[in-house]
């Protein structure tokens, strides 16, 4: 039988792990730069950024969640925004990934958030198949713009 549970420091190796597979399967786990410390700072220290749901089948760890709250203006209210959604390949195919799903709409409920969002590769059909059969739409109006490394030191350092 399945269980979730909030993530607490003593699982930053656990979810560093899962951040690694994750990454493999989207093909970029040469882009993982994380550590167990800078997680267990990011996480559970003084002001944590994120928070983490693990997914349990027995005692084995089956999958997480890793999310943070966001906000929006035209609605006047937070919203929660997943950035990772993961369960391993073997637990695949028994709901986990839906349960991950539906405790984040909860907290949504709870919280008062005007939504749930999250981002998908544009090539992982299975995924967007998942989400659409969950009642998610894609944004398709919208295109994501990101500022890393040199870019973003760059914009940070001129002088207006």
Same mark, same amino acid.
């Given at each position: +039988?399945?269980?979730?549970?909030? !993530? &607490?420091? &003593?699982? /930053?190796?656990?979810?560093?792990?899962?951040?690694?597979?994750?990454? %493999?399967?989207?093909? +970029?786990?040469? %882009?993982?730069?994380?550590?167990?410390? +800078?997680? $267990?700072? !990011? *996480?559970? =220290?003084? $002001?944590?950024?994120?928070?983490?749901? #693990?997914?349990?089948?027995?005692?084995?760890?089956?999958? @997480?969640?890793?999310?943070?709250?966001?906000?929006? &203006?035209? $609605?006047?209210?937070? =919203?929660?925004?997943?950035?990772?959604? @993961?369960?391993?390949?073997?637990?695949? =195919?028994?709901?986990?990934?839906?349960?991950?799903?539906? /405790?984040?709409?909860? #907290?949504?409920?709870?919280? %008062?958030?005007?939504?749930?969002?999250?981002?998908?590769?544009?090539?992982?059909?299975?995924?967007?198949?998942?989400?659409?059969?969950? =009642? !998610?739409?894609? +944004?398709?109006?919208?295109?994501?713009?990101? *500022?890393? %490394?040199?870019? *973003?030191?760059?914009?940070?350092? *001129?002088?207006?």
């Amino acid at each position: +039988m399945p269980h979730l549970r909030p !993530a &607490t420091i &003593t699982d /930053a190796p656990l979810i560093l792990q899962f951040i690694k597979e994750l990454a %493999d399967y989207e093909r +970029m786990l040469d %882009d993982v730069v994380a550590t167990e410390e +800078m997680l $267990r700072h !990011a *996480l559970f =220290g003084p $002001r944590p950024a994120a928070e983490v749901i #693990l997914c349990f089948e027995e005692d084995k760890p089956a999958g @997480f969640a890793l999310f943070f709250h966001n906000f929006s &203006t035209f $609605r006047g209210k937070p =919203g929660i925004y997943l950035e990772d959604l @993961f369960v391993r390949p073997e637990f695949r =195919g028994r709901g986990y990934g839906k349960l991950l799903l539906q /405790a984040l709409a909860r #907290l949504c409920v709870e919280r %008062d958030c005007a939504r749930l969002e999250w981002s998908v590769l544009d090539w992982n059909t299975p995924s967007i198949e998942f989400y659409k059969s969950l =009642g !998610a739409v894609p +944004m398709d109006e919208w295109t994501v713009f990101r *500022l890393t %490394d040199d870019s *973003l030191t760059k914009l940070a350092a *001129l002088e207006i």
